[in-house]
């Protein structure tokens, strides 16, 4: 049983049975069902052999609990059967960070100003010591994060954007030592150079910050004048960093060695994007599946018909409704949804919402009013009474 059955088809219409119903009723009504189709007392009759398979089918789903259980799970996600999504309305009502491995970020917290490559490059200290030590040993450069708004299309297709980043880096005049150019820090006389001092109080004994040099092993007698003796100085560059393909909304994108510049021949730590992905007006995400909800008519869902659904790049594609589909129905378009460099390739998943007519014309209400009468005979509640005092 594929996916693209649960999506499809609806196991309890078929059976008559509401999403609720015990593992008793469904018995129950697929028994009715069945003698009423089946091919021994409807002989030759191909419609009703159809049906049989079609109440077979859904039996064989409802009544194992856990294929019912996978079923369910499916189609609640799948936002089938329940109308799906709302145009516009910016996606399903959970967490897809959650289900797709991606970290949830805030959503929409960015103001109308955001355009890409419109960016803050903040400036963060991961873990890392800002003591300057007075050796030149090799350092790692700082890890930075950064953060970045796409477009609902620039997150399908991947987007180069250019990010101004902040971090720390060692004083240029004073090369990182904090001392005045031309001078150098000497070694502190009261911890030796190691920055600790111990201290005794009775049979204990504390190791703490030298307090004559701060912790830094090393004395500074003419502070540079640019930083002021810190041996830090901020510099601010402008990277293109290439956002992947397929970036979810609050994913952290890890950009290897794009981090600040390591010091003294150490490597170059690593840049980390958070990503805000825009909502589309039309079009949702699901890991590697577009979304969209179609209206149609009640007619193109009664009657069948040939609809233009919009892709996010290209041409519309025609999609076949056919006759009797149900509000909800979601309909798979391969290939028309997220691509990856790699190859793969997600769907275009399509629900079809069936519209009221707000206001009728007389022309059309007179018609309307002639299919009620002929089909006075179907009433989709005619058991609902029933079934409902039956528990
Ligand atoms: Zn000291
Ligand atoms: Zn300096």
Do not use: W
């Amino acid at each position: 049983m594929s996916t693209k059955d649960y999506l499809e088809k609806d196991y309890y219409a078929v059976l008559g049975v509401p999403k609720s119903a015990t593992a008793d009723e469904i018995k129950k009504a697929y028994r009715k069902l069945a003698r009423q189709y089946h091919p021994d007392t409807n002989q030759g009759d191909s419609a009703k052999e159809t049906k049989f398979k079609e109440v077979s089918e859904a039996y064989d789903i409802l009544s194992d609990s856990k294929r019912r259980k996978e079923y369910d799970e499916a189609r609640t996600l799948f936002g089938s059967g329940v109308g799906g999504q709302r145009p516009g309305g910016g996606g399903f009502p959970f967490d897809f960070g959650d289900l797709f491995g991606g970290t949830a970020g805030p959503q929409g917290g960015h103001g109308a100003g955001d355009r890409i490559g419109d960016l803050f490059g903040g400036l963060f200290n991961r873990g890392g010591s800002t003591r300057t030590s007075g050796t030149t040993r090799p350092r790692r450069g700082q890890d930075v994060e950064s953060e970045v708004t796409l477009t609902f299309t620039e997150a399908v297709e991947g987007s180069t954007v250019s990010l101004r980043l902040t971090s720390s880096a060692a004083c240029a005049a004073c090369t990182g030592t904090g001392a005045k150019a031309g001078t150098t820090p000497r070694v502190c006389p009261t911890c030796e150079g190691t920055g600790a001092a111990s201290r005794n109080l009775g049979n204990f004994a504390f190791s703490e910050p030298c307090r004559d040099c701060k912790g830094r092993g090393l004395l500074v007698d003419d502070p540079c004048p640019v930083c002021e003796g810190s041996g830090r100085a901020k510099s601010t560059r402008t990277i293109q960093a290439r956002i992947p393909a397929g970036v979810a909304d609050g994913q952290r994108v890890k950009l290897k060695g794009k981090g600040a510049p390591g010091e003294n021949g150490g490597p170059a730590g690593d840049l980390y994007i958070q990503t805000n992905v825009k909502p589309h007006a039309v079009f949702g995400r699901m890991g590697d599946n577009l979304t969209i909800v179609v209206p149609v008519t009640f007619t193109e869902a009664a009657l069948g018909a040939e609809i233009k659904v919009p892709t996010l790049k290209g041409m519309p594609v025609t999609l076949r409704i056919p006759p009797g589909t149900p509000n909800g129905r979601t309909f798979r378009v391969r290939g028309r949804g997220v691509a990856h460099k790699d190859g793969t390739k997600g769907d275009l998943l399509a629900s079809v919402e069936v519209v009221v007519p707000k206001t009728l014309d007389d022309k059309s209400r007179e018609l309307l009013s002639e299919f009620n009468t002929a089909t006075a005979g179907d009433d989709p509640r005619a058991d609902l009474i029933l079934r409902a005092r039956s528990e």
